[in-house]
């Protein structure tokens, strides 16, 4: 079973910027929506942002205006670029991929982002 891999999580001090990237080689057909997700220490995860194929955007609370979540359909990558960082953005940023006919979903294992005052 082929992951998305994601990348770009680092640690930043609070008003920095970020940019997170994912990408899924594998599977057959075209992804539909693909998205972002962020979990903290025993914390559920929580969507931060999610896109459709069409490149229609959905942001969890907290994140619009700051955040922009993007995609390129041809390489099969999703991008989130994260403006003025706040400590409370810090967490495990976990990518997934749905696809359109089987609705079959992948998650990636995570890009750690950490965020100091």
């Known amino acids: 079973q082929v992951q998305p891999v994601e990348s770009g999580g680092d640690s930043v001090q609070a008003g920095r910027s970020l940019r997170l990237s994912c990408v899924y080689r594998?599977?057959?057909?075209?992804?539909?929506?693909m998205g972002w997700y962020r979990q903290g220490p025993g914390d559920q995860r929580q969507l931060v942002a999610d896109i459709d194929r069409s490149g229609k955007s959905n942001y969890g609370r907290g994140v619009n205006g700051r955040f922009i979540i993007s995609r390129n359909n041809a390489k099969n990558e999703v991008y989130l670029q994260m403006n003025n960082v706040q400590p409370e953005d810090s967490g495990v940023y976990v990518c997934?991929?749905?696809?359109?006919?089987?609705?079959?979903?992948?998650w990636g294992q995570g890009t750690r982002v950490t965020v100091s005052p």
């Open positions: 997934y991929v749905k696809f359109l006919m089987s609705g079959n979903e992948f």
């Open positions: 594998g599977g057959w057909g075209f992804i539909g929506p």
